[in-house]
């Protein structure tokens, strides 16, 4: 099967997030399938292409890519792309991306089946701030082009979503985001009671909620490092942040070590004792998955699909509106001996393969592609 996704960022890109790694995981997982990629040729908030990147399309293993500079990136280029490709099914990442409008005019002119992925936007905290997207909402409606289009959704907020603003006659697949499959036992540093290696991981903007995570801190007791990793979108908000980290004592060192490259992540994560991440809404949370997957504990927000029900020693959720369950957890990693963190780690990577059966979700990626291909004959 032949499956064509346009998008906006993607690697060797690294400021646009966890939609990369979605698509990247999702080639991956379907390589016995034909995966075409169609992105921008610079990263988010950039305007140099991408060095070693060529015109037409770039074999990555996984998928064929072509990358398009912002004048190539419309109506014109999807359109080259589609009749290059011919697709079986189009499959859309965003709801609200500008190449939505002419991708899915291209898909109804041509009869493309479309699965879109709204990726968590359609959720009650994406749509606080509606009144821009209703309008285009309607339109989207009232033109008919999410008429017979498919929806992937990934919880039940965000089923309620789609039914709330497209009505109840779409066709929706439950399907979980595709987390990276980790490629090696990763070693971890030597842990002592009193003192702890934390690390954040994510974009430097006000949902991520990095400001709380240093607040946080205030009332930690024992020798801390924190490193804050990730590509720094909103630049009053972190000197916010950076304002909050020199009001903490001097036994706990804050440090900002850049942006993680493409597939570093987990052995980033490795290399600390716990995933500090209060982030104000995650649809999947692509990092909390690399985390895991490399035995680093994860204390998250109740904003995600994470519940750490029965794996209690892989982490928690906690609720953001609380302050003292996530001061003690914090304080508890930090008291730890190397057995009981190592315990921990071993939990962390457990609970990551359960909730990450590959074959089952390959055969149900299939089976809806498959389904959706053929129903719209």
Known sequence: MKILIITGGFFPGVKCGGPPVSVNNFCTLMQDDECYIVAKNHDMGETEPYKDVKPGWNDRGNCS????SDSEYCYKGFAEAMNEVAPDVLYLQSLFADCIVPCLMLAKKNNIPVLLAPRGELCPGAMKKKYKKLPYISFLRASGLVRNISFQYTSQDELEGIRKYFGKDNRCYFLTN????????????????????????????????LRKAIDILTGIQGKLTF?????????????????AAKELPSSIKVSYKGTVGQGEAAKTFANYDCFVFPTMSENYGHVIAESLSAGCPVLVSDQTPWDFNGHVDAGAAIPLVLEEPWVKAIQQIIDDSEET?????????????????FSHLRTRYSNCLFHIKETAR
């Open 227 to 243: 490193d804050i990793y990730g590509p720094i979108e909103d630049h009053d908000y972190w000197d916010e942040c950076l304002c």
């Open 341 to 357: 963190l190592r315990q921990k780690r071993v939990a962390a990577v457990s609970y990551f393969k359960e909730s990450s059966d």
């Open 65 to 68: 890519v072509k990358y398009l």
């Open 178 to 209: 595709v987390p990276s499959m980790p490629s090696e036992n990763y070693s971890h540093p030597e842990k002592k009671p009193g003192e702890a290696k934390l690390v954040f991981i994510s974009r430097i903007v006000p949902k991520k909620n």
